[in-house]
């Protein structure tokens, strides 16, 4: 009787854990979910990082060509002033020469 009953407890130990098995391969699964979802989300931080860095480049590299375009606006600028100043001068001598031929002729 002593077989009988182990035997009986056996089986309703497994049968009890038949169930108990079943929620720890869902929570299992659950975790695997979890921890694919984990790796993609540090792979795109990664990605994202990369990309961030690669902007930032960007940005600098923007950022010298804007400095480099503003020095060379100066530069035209300054040209264009000394163009003006001199076809100004150009001008009055030429009005002034103009005046010296009207009293040559």
Known sequence: MDNDLVQVLRSVIREELVPVKAELGTVNERLDRIETEQQTMKQDLQIMKQ???TMMQDQEQIKRAVLETNERLINVE???ENQHRIIELLSARSI???AKLKRII
């Open 78 to 80: 300054s040209l264009l």
């Open 51 to 53: 990309d961030q860095q």
């Open 96 to 98: 002034e020469q103009e």
